[in-house]
C-alpha cells in the first residue's frame, strides 16, 4: 500500500510536541531562565509536587536527549500514518492520559519494590516514556487494528510491515534501557501503559 509521507492534516499535533519540546530545553539549557530542578520527576516529591508527573516529560538532559525523543516523535507520526490515522487529537489526547498512566505503573512498582525494602532514588526526565506508550500501543494495534481510542473513531488498521518494524525497535529499546544513565523503569511503564491503553 502506498503511503503519501507529505504534510497531513494531522501533523499539527507532532508538530506543537516538538515546538514545546525545543523551546523548554532552550529555556531550561540554553537560556537558564528554568531550573530543571523543579520539573524532574523525583518519587519522594511528587505528593507535594504533583504537578512533576507532566512537567518532567518536557525536560531533558542534554541535546542528545532531545534529538532522540524528536526522533521519536518522527518515528512515531510515521507508524500512525501507516497504519491510517483517522483523527485530529489522537497524539495530544494519548500524551495527557498516558502521562498520568505512566506515573501510576511506576507508583505501583515502586510500592511493590518498598514491600521488599527497595527504595529507588533517582529522578527521571525525558519524553521517552510516552514514546515507548507509544510503541506498546501502536505494536498491538499493528496486530489487531483499533477502530476506536476512548469512544472517538480513530480507524487504525492492522499491517504487517509496521509490526515487523516495531518489533525490532521495541527490541532494540528494551535493550538500550538497560544502558547505564537510561530510565528502565520509565521505559517499561510506559510500554506497560501503551499496552493497556490499547486495551481499553
Known sequence: MAIN?????????????????????????????????????????????????????????DLNHLLSNLGG??????FLMRLGIESRFFYLKFILICSFLNFLIIWVCEKILSYFNIYPNYAALGFSGIIY??????????????????????????????????????????????????SLLGHLSGFIAGCFLFLI
Open 5 to 61: 509521507n507529505s504534510i497531513s492534516k494531522f501533523d499539527w499535533q507532532y508538530f506543537i510536541t516538538g515546538i514545546f519540546l525545543i523551546s523548554v530545553f532552550i529555556f531550561t539549557d540554553l537560556i537558564g531562565v528554568l531550573d530543571k530542578e523543579y520539573f524532574y520527576f523525583v518519587p519522594r516529591l511528587i505528593s507535594d509536587q504533583p504537578y512533576r508527573i507532566f512537567t518532567s516529560i518536557l525536560i531533558h538532559a
Open 73 to 78: 516523535i518522527i518515528i512515531t507520526r510515521y
Open 133 to 182: 506508550a507509544l510503541f506498546g500501543f501502536l505494536l498491538l494495534t499493528s496486530f489487531y487494528g483499533k477502530k476506536y481510542f476512548l469512544g472517538k473513531e480513530i480507524g487504525f488498521k492492522s499491517n504487517y510491515e509496521v509490526q515487523k518494524m516495531l518489533k525490532t525497535i521495541c527490541l532494540i529499546g528494551l535493550i538500550f534501557s538497560f544502558f547505564p544513565g537510561v
